[in-house]
């Protein structure tokens, strides 16, 4: 089962960016720790700062991949255009956040990609991946043809 963990703009920065808000931990440390309790998932990771290559990856994988988990970072909050592409893929699209966006500014209280998105998940920093795939581990066809 495939899936993209797909994050956005300043996320590259995570460790390193205010770690008190989001962690000392960076993604890319953190990826190898979910392949290894995934081993069931094959797990892509694209990262980008830039708007129209979000959009261009979830085009791309949208109809072959299993799903999508999503950080969007600040596009969350002003992206028509990234939530019409999640809107407009087959894979279901979880929608994770490593602060609680409902605990922050008022702008930040507002999603506009989560309605298209299948669930929220926010405000358990790098866990939030992890509850995001657990989602998609648990759609896993289960084995047939098992006697007792």
Not at 2 to 23: C, K, T, V
Not at 28 to 53: A, C, I, K, M, V
Not at 92 to 102: D, G, K, Q
């Amino acid at each position: 089962m495939q899936i993209l963990i797909l994050n956005g703009p300043n996320l590259n920065l995570l460790g390193r960016r205010e770690p008190a808000l989001y962690g000392t931990r960076s993604f890319e440390e953190f990826l190898p720790e979910l392949r290894e309790t995934f081993p069931d998932l094959t797990l892509e990771y694209f990262q980008s700062n830039h708007e129209g290559e979000l959009i261009d990856k979830l085009h791309e994988v949208g109809y072959t991949y299993a799903g999508v988990v999503l950080n969007a970072g600040g596009y969350t909050h002003t992206s028509v255009a990234l939530a019409d592409a999640v809107a407009a893929i087959a894979a279901p699209v979880v929608e994770v956040h490593l602060s609680n966006i409902a605990a922050r500014e008022d702008f930040r209280k507002v999603s506009l990609i989560g309605r298209a998105c299948v669930g929220s998940i926010a405000g358990f920093k790098l866990e939030s991946y992890r509850l995001a795939l657990q989602y998609f581990q648990s759609l896993k066809p289960k084995r047939v043809g098992f006697k007792v």
